[in-house]
């Protein structure tokens, strides 16, 4: 039954009325493959017809307000058998009138917008509008995205410019059961976003839009997540996973992938930082150990040269070019994009304050190392990521069973345990699953995304500058459409153009409303 909620703002409020779910989870557990078989499922068909419809007001990047009524619906799992539907469930907003027009959404591209944050559970069951799902942002569980424009969300905006929102949840490394049992690690995240996009695909024509122009945006482990989900389509890696939850027979193929500020490559994640901030003291004004920064600093050029990547100008790209790489590719022209947008006025007086950069002729220009002294603090000690106590978040990510935390790297388990130490058996494999890199360099995937948009800040010391352009870089030489960009001096978690990848969705994938 169709039921009619107004809602002003941009936010919609928590007065709307609890919606019907568009599909029922099952209880009971799985008995035999055949009730893998989610094809036949009833439970995974979509119902058109159960929506509440909502009215809100979005102010786009210009501070144009439009009123947007849509349709929001609510599906209590995107599989058959979940752990959890609190979090394998997702929302779909589509838009039927924009500024009093009507609109037709049919074959609208389709934003499908994950909100997880430091690879931790996400949930939209209590959702009551588009954008209001809960991730796991900087204020802890349930806090805002990582990633909030100033403006409207990155969903909202897509729903105001006539696409099709979806909003899925996800399993994350902190859940666990009375048992004791740890059931959101990896590769919990990246299967249930599989199987939500193979739930969209397997209702072709039932939700509405163009299923073949799904664009995938993340932030943080988000943007690692959507990254990956870009990189595997596909892959029959993940098939026992999917089929265990009992997914949608369908593909997961994404046509379009947009990422900021990846935290990704983990296995390599360690090396990459100290070879990166290796030089930068901690926030505390101490130095890192400099025995274990150099250590792993020294490691990352033959991870570097492994990855055979080769950029115009530069030739191959090695451990002893990378910083120049990263400075003519992606620094100094984030500076002078920064700098050319400044007032007269405003652009002196930074100048004065920053006289390590060199203006001239319109061009900003600057070594690696000041640079490195003017981005100051690094966030993380060392190692960032496989922490040597197991205190980092990417510990328990790869966590198992009752074991909350584990290494995932030789170097820090042989640090703690000896030369002798070897990686739990399932790690190597977990480390493929998790890691987009595996498909387009190990296992180059035909079936990956060809279109891509990565951000990062330029102050973002959550992970090292080289893996964002490393993913950039190997992608090019694939082929692929790549729009790259560096925020002068911004940080974690930065989107200064959220406006520019509303239109790039239209561009890319042809759409004309």
């Known amino acids: ?30 008995t035999s493959a055949a009730s893998s078989a989610a094809s036949t499922d009833s439970s995974l068909v979509f119902d058109p017809d159960s929506y509440t419809e909502l009215t809100t007001s979005i102010t786009d990047t210009t501070g144009t307000a439009h009123e947007v009524v849509y349709h929001f619906y609510k599906v209590a799992s995107y599989v058959a058998d979940p752990v959890d539907a609190t979090y394998q469930s997702l929302n779909v907003s589509v838009p039927v009138k924009i500024d009093g027009s009507v609109v037709d959404a049919s074959g609208a591209p389709i934003l499908f917008a994950n909100q997880i944050g430091g690879y931790m559970p996400s949930s939209v069951a209590n959702a009551t509008g588009v954008g209001a799902g809960g991730g796991m ?14 403006v409207a969300s990155r969903q909202q905006l897509a729903l105001a410019a006539g696409y099709v929102v979806v909003e899925p949840g996800a399993r994350g490394r902190s859940l666990v059961d009375s048992s004791g049992t740890y059931y959101g690690t990896a590769p919990a995240a990246i299967v249930d976003l599989k199987a939500a996009v193979r739930y969209v695909k397997f209702n072709r024509g039932r939700i509405p839009g163009n299923v073949n122009r799904i664009v995938s945006a993340g932030v943080s482990a988000g ?11 596909d892959s029959p890696a993940y098939d026992s996973y999917l089929e265990e939850l009992g997914a949608a027979d369908a593909s997961d193929a994404i046509f379009a992938t947009g990422a900021w500020c ?13 070879w990166n901030w290796g030089a930068n003291l901690l926030s505390s004004g101490s130095v890192v150990d400099q025995t274990v920064s150099k250590a792993l600093a020294g490691a990352y050029g033959d991870y570097l040269a ?25 620094l100094e022209p984030s500076a002078t994009q920064y700098l050319a947008a400044l007032s007269d006025a405003d652009r002196s007086a930074y100048l004065a304050a920053n006289s390590f950069i060199t203006w001239s002729g319109g061009r900003a220009t600057f070594s690696w190392a000041d640079f490195l002294t003017h981005v100051g603090a690094r966030k993380k000690d060392t190692p960032a990521f496989d922490a040597f106590d197991l205190s980092a978040g990417e510990n328990n990510e790869f966590g198992t069973g009752t074991t909350a935390n584990r290494h995932f790297t030789l170097y820090s388990l042989r640090h703690e345990e000896g030369a002798s130490a070897r990686l739990d058996s399932d790690i190597p494999a977990k480390l493929h699953l998790m890691n987009p890199m595996h498909h387009l360099v190990d296992k180059v995937n035909g079936n990956r995304s060809k279109h891509w948009w990565i951000r990062l800040g330029t102050k973002d010391s959550d992970t090292a500058l080289t893996v964002a352009s490393n993913l950039a870089a190997r992608l090019k030489n694939l082929g692929d459409d790549v729009d790259t960009s560096y925020y002068w001096d911004a940080g974690h978690g930065a989107d200064n153009d959220p406006g520019d990848f509303i239109k790039w969705i239209a561009t890319v994938s042809g759409y004309r409303s």
């Open 306 to 330: 492994s990855l055979r990547l080769t950029a115009k100008g530069f030739g191959t790209l090695t451990a002893r070019n990378l910083d120049e790489y990263l400075v003519k590719t992606h």
């Open 1 to 30: 039954m169709k039921r009619r909620t107004v809602v002003m703002g941009l936010t919609v409020g928590t007065a709307v009325p609890a919606v019907g779910f568009a599909s029922g989870a099952r209880a009971a557990s799985r």
């Open 223 to 233: 943007g690692a997540l959507s990254s990956l989900l870009g990189a595997s389509g």
């Open 262 to 274: 990846p935290i990704t490559d983990l296995e390599h994640a360690d090396m990459a930082y100290e």
């Open 137 to 150: 942002g900087p204020g802890g569980p349930g806090g805002p995205a990582p990633a909030a424009d100033s």
